[in-house]
Protein backbone atom coordinates (compact mmCIF):
# COMPACT_ATOMS: atom_id res chain seq x y z
CA UNK A 1 0.00 0.00 0.00
CA UNK A 2 1.48 3.37 -1.24
CA UNK A 3 1.86 5.41 2.26
CA UNK A 4 0.37 8.84 1.98
CA UNK A 5 2.52 11.83 3.66
CA UNK A 6 1.05 14.46 4.64
CA UNK A 7 0.12 17.47 3.29
CA UNK A 8 -0.14 20.65 5.48
CA UNK A 9 -3.22 20.97 5.43
CA UNK A 10 -4.73 22.89 8.65
CA UNK A 11 -4.68 21.88 11.94
CA UNK A 12 -8.68 22.74 12.27
CA UNK A 13 -8.90 19.86 9.50
CA UNK A 14 -6.66 18.07 10.80
CA UNK A 15 -8.79 17.49 14.29
CA UNK A 16 -7.88 20.78 16.35
CA UNK A 17 -9.18 21.13 19.67
CA UNK A 18 -12.67 19.39 18.32
CA UNK A 19 -13.17 15.41 19.40
CA UNK A 20 -15.80 14.01 16.92
CA UNK A 21 -18.37 11.34 17.79
CA UNK A 22 -20.80 9.55 14.99
CA UNK A 23 -22.52 6.42 14.63
CA UNK A 24 -19.62 4.52 12.34
CA UNK A 25 -22.18 1.60 11.14
CA UNK A 26 -25.92 2.20 8.96
CA UNK A 27 -28.62 4.32 10.73
CA UNK A 28 -31.81 2.29 12.07
CA UNK A 29 -32.16 -0.97 14.34
CA UNK A 30 -29.30 -3.55 13.73
CA UNK A 31 -27.48 -6.94 15.55
CA UNK A 32 -24.62 -4.45 16.31
CA UNK A 33 -23.98 -0.57 15.59
CA UNK A 34 -20.46 0.89 15.88
CA UNK A 35 -19.73 4.48 17.40
CA UNK A 36 -16.24 6.12 16.35
CA UNK A 37 -15.07 8.57 18.19
CA UNK A 38 -11.99 10.51 17.24
CA UNK A 39 -9.74 13.35 18.78
CA UNK A 40 -7.00 14.84 21.29
CA UNK A 41 -9.83 14.60 23.75
CA UNK A 42 -10.81 10.64 23.41
CA UNK A 43 -9.21 9.06 26.34
CA UNK A 44 -10.55 11.32 28.37
CA UNK A 45 -13.96 10.38 26.62
CA UNK A 46 -12.98 6.86 26.94
CA UNK A 47 -13.05 7.31 30.86
CA UNK A 48 -16.41 8.66 31.23
CA UNK A 49 -18.35 6.21 28.77
CA UNK A 50 -16.19 3.02 29.54
CA UNK A 51 -14.36 3.54 32.74
CA UNK A 52 -12.85 -0.06 33.06
CA UNK A 53 -10.74 0.38 29.55
CA UNK A 54 -7.30 0.80 29.45
CA UNK A 55 -6.88 3.26 27.16
CA UNK A 56 -2.93 3.22 26.75
CA UNK A 57 -2.61 -0.05 26.14
CA UNK A 58 -4.11 0.16 22.67
CA UNK A 59 -5.51 -1.60 19.62
CA UNK A 60 -6.73 -4.92 21.92
CA UNK A 61 -10.31 -5.51 22.17
CA UNK A 62 -12.26 -5.07 25.81
CA UNK A 63 -15.19 -6.00 27.03
CA UNK A 64 -16.28 -3.23 29.15
CA UNK A 65 -19.58 -1.63 31.09
CA UNK A 66 -21.00 1.25 29.38
CA UNK A 67 -22.50 4.37 31.06
CA UNK A 68 -24.47 7.15 29.84
CA UNK A 69 -24.38 10.80 30.80
CA UNK A 70 -25.93 10.14 33.96
CA UNK A 71 -23.61 7.33 35.25
CA UNK A 72 -25.86 4.82 34.62
CA UNK A 73 -25.13 1.45 33.38
CA UNK A 74 -26.37 1.11 29.71
CA UNK A 75 -24.62 -2.37 28.71
CA UNK A 76 -21.90 -4.44 28.13
CA UNK A 77 -20.12 -3.58 25.00
CA UNK A 78 -17.01 -4.72 22.97
CA UNK A 79 -14.60 -1.15 22.79
CA UNK A 80 -11.28 -0.90 20.54
CA UNK A 81 -9.17 1.74 21.69
CA UNK A 82 -6.73 3.45 18.84
CA UNK A 83 -3.56 6.15 20.47
CA UNK A 84 -2.70 7.91 17.35
CA UNK A 85 -1.24 8.32 15.41
CA UNK A 86 -1.72 4.57 14.50
CA UNK A 87 -5.03 4.68 14.10
CA UNK A 88 -7.58 5.45 10.66
CA UNK A 89 -7.58 9.45 11.35
CA UNK A 90 -3.93 9.72 12.48
CA UNK A 91 -5.43 10.86 16.22
CA UNK A 92 -6.46 8.95 19.16
CA UNK A 93 -9.68 7.13 18.31
CA UNK A 94 -11.91 4.84 19.87
CA UNK A 95 -14.71 2.32 18.15
CA UNK A 96 -17.13 0.83 20.26
CA UNK A 97 -19.33 -2.22 19.58
CA UNK A 98 -23.25 -2.22 21.15
CA UNK A 99 -26.17 -3.78 20.16
CA UNK A 100 -28.03 -2.02 17.83
CA UNK A 101 -30.46 -0.48 19.41
CA UNK A 102 -31.43 2.95 18.41
CA UNK A 103 -31.91 4.65 21.92
CA UNK A 104 -28.69 2.54 22.92
CA UNK A 105 -26.33 3.77 20.39
CA UNK A 106 -27.93 7.46 20.98
CA UNK A 107 -27.54 7.07 25.09
CA UNK A 108 -23.96 6.46 24.40
CA UNK A 109 -23.07 9.10 21.93
CA UNK A 110 -24.76 11.22 24.44
CA UNK A 111 -22.10 10.08 26.80
CA UNK A 112 -19.77 11.46 24.64
CA UNK A 113 -21.20 14.84 23.76
CA UNK A 114 -21.43 15.16 27.52
CA UNK A 115 -18.00 14.67 28.11
CA UNK A 116 -17.24 17.25 25.41
CA UNK A 117 -16.69 15.50 21.90
CA UNK A 118 -19.46 17.04 19.25
CA UNK A 119 -21.46 15.21 16.56
CA UNK A 120 -18.98 14.88 13.31
CA UNK A 121 -19.87 16.18 9.94
CA UNK A 122 -20.63 13.93 7.01
CA UNK A 123 -16.93 12.25 5.88
CA UNK A 124 -15.08 14.04 8.87
CA UNK A 125 -13.29 11.02 9.63
CA UNK A 126 -12.16 10.43 6.46
CA UNK A 127 -11.39 13.62 6.03
CA UNK A 128 -9.24 13.91 9.14
CA UNK A 129 -7.00 10.73 7.64
CA UNK A 130 -6.36 12.56 4.71
CA UNK A 131 -5.19 16.00 6.56
CA UNK A 132 -3.22 13.72 8.94
CA UNK A 133 -1.29 12.17 6.35
CA UNK A 134 -2.82 8.32 5.99
CA UNK A 135 -4.54 8.66 3.12
CA UNK A 136 -4.64 11.33 0.22
CA UNK A 137 -8.08 12.21 -1.43
CA UNK A 138 -7.81 9.22 -4.10
CA UNK A 139 -7.47 6.71 -1.36
CA UNK A 140 -10.04 8.86 0.14
CA UNK A 141 -12.97 8.67 -2.65
CA UNK A 142 -11.73 4.85 -2.83
CA UNK A 143 -13.49 4.52 0.34
CA UNK A 144 -16.86 5.72 -0.54
CA UNK A 145 -16.48 3.86 -3.43
CA UNK A 146 -15.61 0.80 -1.74
CA UNK A 147 -18.65 1.37 0.33
CA UNK A 148 -20.73 1.88 -2.46
CA UNK A 149 -19.63 -1.12 -4.19
CA UNK A 150 -22.40 -3.58 -5.44
CA UNK A 151 -19.98 -6.04 -8.20
CA UNK A 152 -17.23 -7.82 -8.09
CA UNK A 153 -15.23 -5.75 -10.39
CA UNK A 154 -16.34 -1.98 -8.44
CA UNK A 155 -14.96 -4.27 -5.48
CA UNK A 156 -11.46 -5.48 -6.61
CA UNK A 157 -11.05 -1.37 -8.40
CA UNK A 158 -12.09 0.51 -5.45
CA UNK A 159 -9.75 -1.84 -3.47
CA UNK A 160 -6.67 -1.48 -5.50
CA UNK A 161 -7.22 2.67 -5.51
CA UNK A 162 -7.88 2.69 -1.89
CA UNK A 163 -4.06 0.47 -1.39
CA UNK A 164 -2.81 3.36 -3.68
CA UNK A 165 -1.85 2.13 -7.49
CA UNK A 166 -4.07 5.37 -9.05
CA UNK A 167 -2.17 7.41 -6.39
CA UNK A 168 1.28 6.36 -7.65
CA UNK A 169 0.47 6.79 -11.25
CA UNK A 170 -0.71 10.59 -9.98
CA UNK A 171 2.62 10.93 -8.01
CA UNK A 172 5.23 9.64 -10.65
CA UNK A 173 3.45 12.03 -13.40
CA UNK A 174 3.45 15.07 -10.42
CA UNK A 175 7.14 14.08 -10.41
CA UNK A 176 7.69 13.84 -13.92
CA UNK A 177 6.34 17.25 -14.28
CA UNK A 178 8.63 18.86 -12.00
CA UNK A 179 11.15 17.82 -13.37
CA UNK A 180 10.30 19.32 -16.40
CA UNK A 181 9.90 22.57 -14.48
CA UNK A 182 13.31 22.80 -12.66
CA UNK A 183 14.70 22.15 -16.72
CA UNK A 184 12.86 24.74 -17.99
CA UNK A 185 14.01 26.93 -14.88
CA UNK A 186 17.71 25.92 -15.11
CA UNK A 187 17.50 26.84 -19.01
CA UNK A 188 16.15 30.47 -18.02
CA UNK A 189 19.32 30.74 -16.01
CA UNK A 190 22.03 29.47 -18.60
CA UNK A 191 20.11 32.37 -21.02
CA UNK A 192 20.18 34.85 -18.10
CA UNK A 193 24.11 34.38 -18.63
CA UNK A 194 24.06 34.07 -22.01
CA UNK A 195 25.08 30.49 -22.70
CA UNK A 196 22.53 29.13 -25.61
CA UNK A 197 20.77 26.18 -24.88
CA UNK A 198 19.30 23.48 -27.22
CA UNK A 199 15.21 23.20 -26.20
CA UNK A 200 15.07 19.47 -27.65
CA UNK A 201 15.14 18.20 -24.18
CA UNK A 202 12.83 20.20 -22.56
CA UNK A 203 10.61 19.32 -25.76
CA UNK A 204 10.95 15.70 -25.31
CA UNK A 205 10.33 16.03 -21.68
CA UNK A 206 7.15 18.05 -22.16
CA UNK A 207 5.99 14.97 -24.56
CA UNK A 208 6.36 12.06 -21.77
CA UNK A 209 4.21 14.27 -19.67
CA UNK A 210 1.65 14.59 -21.84
CA UNK A 211 1.43 11.30 -23.36
CA UNK A 212 1.08 9.79 -19.40
CA UNK A 213 -1.78 12.45 -19.48
CA UNK A 214 -3.10 11.43 -22.32
CA UNK A 215 -2.57 7.75 -21.22
CA UNK A 216 -4.54 8.74 -17.93
CA UNK A 217 -7.73 10.23 -19.62
CA UNK A 218 -7.64 7.11 -22.09
CA UNK A 219 -8.74 5.40 -19.06
CA UNK A 220 -11.57 7.52 -17.75
CA UNK A 221 -14.08 5.65 -20.45
CA UNK A 222 -13.57 2.36 -18.53
CA UNK A 223 -13.22 3.94 -15.60
CA UNK A 224 -17.16 5.22 -16.17
CA UNK A 225 -17.98 1.72 -16.50
CA UNK A 226 -16.83 -0.06 -13.91
CA UNK A 227 -18.47 3.34 -11.40
CA UNK A 228 -21.97 3.45 -13.78
CA UNK A 229 -21.87 0.10 -15.63
CA UNK A 230 -21.79 -1.10 -18.50
CA UNK A 231 -25.24 0.44 -20.23
CA UNK A 232 -26.74 -2.49 -22.34
CA UNK A 233 -30.03 -1.25 -24.52
CA UNK A 234 -32.43 -4.05 -25.75
CA UNK A 235 -33.69 -3.26 -29.40
CA UNK A 236 -35.91 -4.42 -31.57
CA UNK A 237 -39.31 -4.21 -33.54
CA UNK A 238 -42.47 -4.80 -31.45
CA UNK A 239 -43.42 -8.24 -30.18
CA UNK A 240 -39.90 -9.27 -30.94
CA UNK A 241 -39.38 -10.37 -27.31
CA UNK A 242 -37.63 -7.81 -25.71
CA UNK A 243 -39.35 -7.80 -22.57
CA UNK A 244 -39.71 -11.76 -22.30
CA UNK A 245 -35.69 -11.06 -22.35
CA UNK A 246 -35.12 -8.47 -20.40
CA UNK A 247 -37.34 -9.99 -17.28
CA UNK A 248 -35.56 -13.46 -17.90
CA UNK A 249 -32.32 -11.45 -17.77
CA UNK A 250 -33.41 -9.37 -14.58
CA UNK A 251 -34.43 -12.78 -12.65
CA UNK A 252 -38.04 -10.99 -12.16
CA UNK A 253 -40.94 -9.77 -14.21
CA UNK A 254 -39.79 -5.96 -14.31
CA UNK A 255 -41.07 -5.47 -17.72
CA UNK A 256 -44.98 -5.79 -18.90
CA UNK A 257 -45.29 -8.78 -21.23
CA UNK A 258 -48.52 -8.94 -24.04
CA UNK A 259 -49.17 -9.82 -27.44
CA UNK A 260 -50.06 -6.86 -28.17
CA UNK A 261 -48.08 -4.58 -29.81
CA UNK A 262 -46.63 -1.27 -28.28
CA UNK A 263 -46.80 -2.85 -24.82
CA UNK A 264 -43.87 -0.78 -23.89
CA UNK A 265 -43.42 3.02 -24.42
CA UNK A 266 -41.13 4.17 -21.67
CA UNK A 267 -37.17 2.69 -21.33
CA UNK A 268 -37.10 0.27 -18.07
CA UNK A 269 -33.82 0.16 -16.39
CA UNK A 270 -32.72 -2.90 -14.48
CA UNK A 271 -29.15 -3.54 -12.22
CA UNK A 272 -27.66 -6.71 -12.69
CA UNK A 273 -24.45 -8.27 -12.79
CA UNK A 274 -22.54 -11.14 -15.17
CA UNK A 275 -18.97 -12.27 -14.82
CA UNK A 276 -18.56 -9.96 -11.82
CA UNK A 277 -19.83 -6.55 -14.06
CA UNK A 278 -22.52 -4.55 -13.18
CA UNK A 279 -24.99 -4.15 -16.10
CA UNK A 280 -27.20 -1.84 -16.58
CA UNK A 281 -29.82 -3.04 -18.71
CA UNK A 282 -32.79 -1.38 -20.29
CA UNK A 283 -36.00 -2.43 -22.35
CA UNK A 284 -37.22 -0.23 -24.94
CA UNK A 285 -40.40 0.59 -27.05
CA UNK A 286 -40.61 -1.59 -30.06
CA UNK A 287 -39.26 -0.03 -33.32
CA UNK A 288 -41.66 0.35 -36.46
CA UNK A 289 -43.13 2.56 -38.58
CA UNK A 290 -46.21 4.32 -37.94
CA UNK A 291 -48.21 3.82 -34.41
CA UNK A 292 -49.79 6.80 -32.36
CA UNK A 293 -48.25 10.18 -30.83
CA UNK A 294 -47.24 8.16 -27.11
CA UNK A 295 -45.55 5.31 -29.60
CA UNK A 296 -43.67 7.73 -31.48
CA UNK A 297 -42.39 9.56 -27.96
CA UNK A 298 -41.30 5.65 -27.09
CA UNK A 299 -39.09 5.36 -30.45
CA UNK A 300 -37.70 8.15 -29.27
CA UNK A 301 -36.87 7.34 -26.13
CA UNK A 302 -35.20 3.85 -27.52
CA UNK A 303 -32.90 6.01 -29.54
CA UNK A 304 -31.67 8.06 -27.34
CA UNK A 305 -31.28 4.92 -24.25
CA UNK A 306 -29.46 3.63 -27.87
CA UNK A 307 -27.30 6.68 -28.60
CA UNK A 308 -25.80 6.66 -25.03
CA UNK A 309 -25.10 2.60 -25.04
CA UNK A 310 -22.37 0.90 -24.83
CA UNK A 311 -24.11 -2.32 -26.01
CA UNK A 312 -27.46 -2.98 -27.87
CA UNK A 313 -28.64 -6.57 -27.66
CA UNK A 314 -31.13 -6.54 -31.45
CA UNK A 315 -33.78 -8.78 -31.36
CA UNK A 316 -35.66 -10.33 -34.37
CA UNK A 317 -38.05 -12.84 -33.81
CA UNK A 318 -38.19 -16.46 -35.52
CA UNK A 319 -41.82 -15.88 -37.01
CA UNK A 320 -40.29 -12.87 -38.82
CA UNK A 321 -38.97 -12.48 -42.35
CA UNK A 322 -35.35 -14.10 -43.03
CA UNK A 323 -33.74 -10.39 -42.71
CA UNK A 324 -33.76 -7.93 -40.44
CA UNK A 325 -34.97 -4.43 -41.79
CA UNK A 326 -31.48 -1.98 -41.79
CA UNK A 327 -31.84 0.13 -38.26
CA UNK A 328 -28.97 3.24 -37.95
CA UNK A 329 -30.27 3.16 -34.29
CA UNK A 330 -27.24 0.31 -34.43
CA UNK A 331 -24.90 2.43 -35.99
CA UNK A 332 -21.50 2.87 -34.13
CA UNK A 333 -22.75 0.32 -31.44
CA UNK A 334 -21.22 -3.30 -30.26
CA UNK A 335 -24.21 -5.07 -31.24
CA UNK A 336 -25.55 -8.42 -29.87
CA UNK A 337 -27.60 -10.40 -32.97
CA UNK A 338 -30.30 -12.41 -31.41
CA UNK A 339 -32.70 -14.84 -32.94
CA UNK A 340 -35.80 -14.79 -30.49
CA UNK A 341 -38.64 -16.93 -29.87
CA UNK A 342 -36.64 -20.29 -30.92
CA UNK A 343 -39.21 -22.61 -29.36
CA UNK A 344 -41.54 -21.75 -32.04
CA UNK A 345 -39.38 -23.84 -33.89
CA UNK A 346 -39.20 -22.34 -36.99
CA UNK A 347 -36.35 -22.91 -39.27
CA UNK A 348 -34.20 -20.11 -40.95
CA UNK A 349 -30.69 -20.20 -43.00
CA UNK A 350 -29.18 -17.55 -39.94
CA UNK A 351 -25.62 -15.84 -39.93
CA UNK A 352 -23.37 -17.60 -37.75
CA UNK A 353 -23.43 -14.23 -35.66
CA UNK A 354 -26.92 -14.86 -34.88
CA UNK A 355 -28.20 -16.47 -31.36
CA UNK A 356 -31.13 -18.32 -30.95
CA UNK A 357 -33.07 -17.48 -27.83
CA UNK A 358 -35.91 -17.83 -25.74
CA UNK A 359 -37.44 -16.44 -23.22
CA UNK A 360 -39.37 -19.30 -22.58
CA UNK A 361 -37.61 -22.19 -22.25
CA UNK A 362 -34.35 -20.42 -21.58
CA UNK A 363 -32.33 -22.22 -24.64
CA UNK A 364 -29.26 -19.36 -25.20
CA UNK A 365 -29.35 -17.39 -22.37
CA UNK A 366 -26.23 -19.13 -20.66
CA UNK A 367 -24.47 -18.14 -24.61
CA UNK A 368 -26.57 -14.93 -24.50
CA UNK A 369 -24.42 -13.92 -20.96
CA UNK A 370 -21.00 -15.98 -22.31
CA UNK A 371 -21.42 -12.70 -25.17
CA UNK A 372 -22.07 -9.86 -22.58
CA UNK A 373 -19.44 -11.08 -20.54
CA UNK A 374 -17.07 -11.08 -23.51
CA UNK A 375 -18.19 -7.36 -24.51
CA UNK A 376 -17.70 -6.33 -20.69
CA UNK A 377 -13.81 -7.49 -20.68
CA UNK A 378 -13.25 -5.67 -23.73
CA UNK A 379 -14.96 -2.22 -22.68
CA UNK A 380 -13.47 -2.81 -18.91
CA UNK A 381 -10.14 -3.79 -19.15
CA UNK A 382 -8.67 -4.58 -15.77
CA UNK A 383 -5.78 -2.24 -15.32
CA UNK A 384 -5.54 -3.02 -11.28
CA UNK A 385 -7.46 0.00 -10.43
CA UNK A 386 -5.67 2.15 -12.35
CA UNK A 387 -9.20 2.87 -14.12
CA UNK A 388 -11.15 3.88 -11.84
CA UNK A 389 -10.96 7.93 -12.52
CA UNK A 390 -13.49 10.30 -11.15
CA UNK A 391 -14.96 13.47 -12.88
CA UNK A 392 -13.11 15.46 -10.69
CA UNK A 393 -9.82 13.67 -11.73
CA UNK A 394 -10.88 14.02 -15.33
CA UNK A 395 -11.38 17.18 -14.79
CA UNK A 396 -7.57 17.84 -13.58
CA UNK A 397 -5.91 16.28 -16.03
CA UNK A 398 -7.87 17.80 -18.72
CA UNK A 399 -6.56 20.78 -17.01
CA UNK A 400 -3.08 19.78 -16.53
CA UNK A 401 -3.01 18.42 -20.31
CA UNK A 402 -4.05 22.00 -21.85
CA UNK A 403 -1.13 23.27 -20.12
CA UNK A 404 1.16 20.78 -21.40
CA UNK A 405 0.13 21.29 -24.73
CA UNK A 406 -0.04 24.81 -24.28
CA UNK A 407 4.32 24.91 -23.29
CA UNK A 408 6.37 27.14 -26.00
CA UNK A 409 9.41 26.18 -25.54
CA UNK A 410 10.84 28.97 -27.53
CA UNK A 411 9.01 31.09 -24.61
CA UNK A 412 10.49 29.68 -21.55
CA UNK A 413 9.29 32.06 -19.20
CA UNK A 414 5.29 31.55 -20.35
CA UNK A 415 6.35 27.63 -20.40
CA UNK A 416 7.55 27.40 -17.00
CA UNK A 417 4.43 29.34 -16.00
CA UNK A 418 2.06 26.87 -17.55
CA UNK A 419 3.76 23.59 -15.93
CA UNK A 420 3.50 25.33 -12.40
CA UNK A 421 -0.10 25.32 -13.07
CA UNK A 422 -0.06 21.70 -14.64
CA UNK A 423 1.47 20.61 -11.15
CA UNK A 424 -0.81 22.84 -8.95
CA UNK A 425 -3.92 20.74 -11.34
CA UNK A 426 -2.16 17.22 -10.07
CA UNK A 427 -1.50 18.80 -6.80
CA UNK A 428 -5.46 19.65 -6.16
CA UNK A 429 -6.31 16.31 -7.25
CA UNK A 430 -4.26 14.12 -4.85
CA UNK A 431 -4.95 16.61 -1.91
CA UNK A 432 -1.71 18.02 -2.07
CA UNK A 433 -2.98 21.60 -1.63
CA UNK A 434 -4.87 22.70 0.69
CA UNK A 435 -7.77 23.76 -1.43
CA UNK A 436 -11.24 23.64 0.41
CA UNK A 437 -13.52 23.54 -2.14
CA UNK A 438 -12.14 20.46 -3.29
CA UNK A 439 -11.83 19.17 -0.32
CA UNK A 440 -15.85 19.82 0.62
CA UNK A 441 -16.94 18.61 -2.88
CA UNK A 442 -15.03 14.71 -2.33
CA UNK A 443 -16.30 14.71 1.29
CA UNK A 444 -19.89 15.86 0.21
CA UNK A 445 -20.99 12.42 -0.99
CA UNK A 446 -19.88 10.22 2.31
CA UNK A 447 -22.12 9.61 5.15
CA UNK A 448 -21.64 10.31 8.99
CA UNK A 449 -19.39 8.40 11.15
CA UNK A 450 -16.98 7.48 7.91
Same mark, same amino acid.
Given at each position: ???????????????????????????????????????????????????????????????????????????????????????????????????????????????????????????????????????????????????????????????????????????????????????????????????????????????????????????????????????? @?? *? $???? %????????? =????? &?? #????????????????????????????????????????????????????????????????????????????????????????????????????????????????????????????? @?? *? $???? %????????? =????? &?? #???????????????????????????????????????????????
Amino acid at each position: MVKASSNGLSSDLAGGADTIVARATAAGRGALAVIRISGSETPAIARRLCPELRYSRGWKAALVELFDANGESLERAVAIPYPGPRSYTGEDMLEVSVHGSPYLVEAAIETCVAAGARRAEAGEFTRRAVANGKLDLIQAEAVADLIEADSASQLRNAREQLAGRLSAEFLELRHNLVGVLALIEAELDYEAQGVAVDGETTRGRLAVCSAQLEDLLGRAGAGDRIREGLRT @VI *L $GPPN %AGKSTLFNR =LCGSD &RA #IVSPQPGTTRDVIDAEIEIAGVRIVLQDTAGLRVGGGAVEAEGHRRARGAAAAADLAIFLWPADAEETEPPLDVLAGLEVIRVRSKADLGVSHKTKAEWLAVSGITGQGFEELRTKIAAVAETEI @VD *L $GGSV %AIGCRHRAA =LDRAL &RE #IQGCEVSRPELAAERVRWSVRAIEEMIGAVDTEEVLDEVFSTFCIGK
